[in-house]
C-alpha cells in the first residue's frame, strides 16, 4: 500500500530522530506528525478528518544547539539563518529553521521549551517519550493555543481516542503533572481549561456525527476535575481574582509555530 503525504513526513520525521539519537543529540518529534506517529491505529480517522501534514516540527535541549545545524546539513537540509537570526535578536529565543531542497518544506526546531501564547517548559522531560514528546506535553502543546482551531481539536480528541488518563506519563496523559504546572499559573491554567471545555463539546459533536464511544468526554472530564482539585498557591490565587480582564496570554502572531520574521 502507497504512503501518502503525510506518512511520508512521519518516516522522514522518525528517521531523523533515529539519525540523531545515534549521534548522541536528544531530539523529539512535536506537533501534528508527533501526534500522528503516538496515534498510529488512528492514521485513518485523521485523514478522514482531513488533516494533513506540511512540515515538520522537533524539540532538542539547548546544550545541543551547536550541533543541530551541521547534523542537519548532512542530511542535506539548508539551514534558514535569517529566522534563526530574528527570534534570538526579538525574543531571546533559540529557534533554526532548516528547508527541505527537495519539496521546500521547512523544518523547525526549538530548545528547551515552547514559548507560544504559553510556555510548555520540556527543559527535563524529554527523555520520557520517543520519538515524540510525551503524550501529556503533547496535549499542552496544544491546549495552550488562545485561538485553538479545529485541526488542533482535531487532534486532541485523537490523542484522548486512544490513550487513557492516569499519574504517570507512559502512554498515557498525566493528570498529576497536568495539574501541578497549571496550579502555577492562571493565565496557563485558564487557556487550558477553556480549550478542554471546547474540546469536551467537539468531541461531543464528533461522537453524535460517527456514532463511536464517546469516551473522549468522560477523560476530558477527569483531567478537569484533577486540575480543580489541586491546591493553588498565592500568586495562582491572586491573579486570579484580575481574571481576564488583563491579558493572560502572548500574542500567537510573535510566537507561533510555524512562523518566520515578517517579510521586508
Known amino acids: 500500500m502507497s504512503l501518502n503525504k503525510s506518512d511520508e513526513y512521519v518516516q522522514a520525521a522518525v528517521r531523523i530522530v533515529e539519525n540523531a539519537k545515534s549521534e548522541g ?28 501534514i506540511s512540515d515538520l516540527d522537533f524539540i532538542s535541549y ?9 547534523f542537519f546539513t548532512k542530511l542535506g ?19 533554526d529553521r532548516f528547508k527541505d531542497p527537495n519539496n ?10 515552547l514559548e507560544m501564547c504559553h510556555t510548555v517548559d520540556l527543559t527535563k522531560r524529554l527523555e520520557i517519550d520517543f520519538p515524540t514528546i510525551s503524550l501529556t506535553d503533547l496535549l499542552l502543546e496544544k491546549m495552550q ?26 502512554n498515557s496523559v ?11 499559573d492562571w493565565g496557563f491554567y485558564y487557556t487550558v481549561t477553556t480549550n478542554l471545555q471546547k474540546l469536551k463539546q467537539y468531541a461531543g459533536d464528533y461522537t453524535a456525527r460517527t456514532g463511536t464511544t464517546d469516551s473522549v468526554s468522560k477523560k476530558i ?11 493553588k498557591g498565592f500568586k495562582w490565587k491572586m491573579r486570579a481574582k484580575v481574571g481576564n ?14 512562523a518566520g520574521p515578517p517579510a521586508k
Open 245 to 258: 480582564r488583563q491579558k493572560w496570554y502572548n500574542d500567537v502572531d510573535e510566537v507561533s509555530m510555524g
Open 62 to 70: 539547548g546544550k545541543y544547539e551547536h550541533k543541530i545545524t551541521p
Open 221 to 231: 472530564d477527569d483531567l478537569l476535575q484533577s486540575i480543580e482539585a489541586h491546591p
Open 145 to 170: 493555543i488562545v485561538q485553538i482551531n479545529k485541526k488542533d481539536l482535531d487532534d486532541m480528541v485523537v490523542l484522548l481516542m486512544g490513550h487513557p488518563v492516569s499519574e504517570s506519563d507512559q
Open 104 to 113: 521546500g518544506s521547512t523544518l523547525d526546531v526549538f530548545y528547551d521549551r
Open 77 to 95: 537540509y539548508k539551514v534558514d539563518s535569517e529566522v534563526s537570526k530574528y527570534y534570538a535578536h526579538l525574543y531571546g529565543m533559540l529557534r
Open 25 to 52: 543529540i536528544p531530539l523529539r518529534v512535536l506537533g501534528a506528525c508527533a501526534i500522528r506517529i503516538q496515534c498510529a491505529e488512528s492514521r485513518h480517522v485523521l485523514d478522514e478528518m482531513q488533516r494533513s
Open 174 to 184: 498525566n493528570r498529576k503533572y497536568l495539574a501541578d504546572v497549571l496550579s502555577e
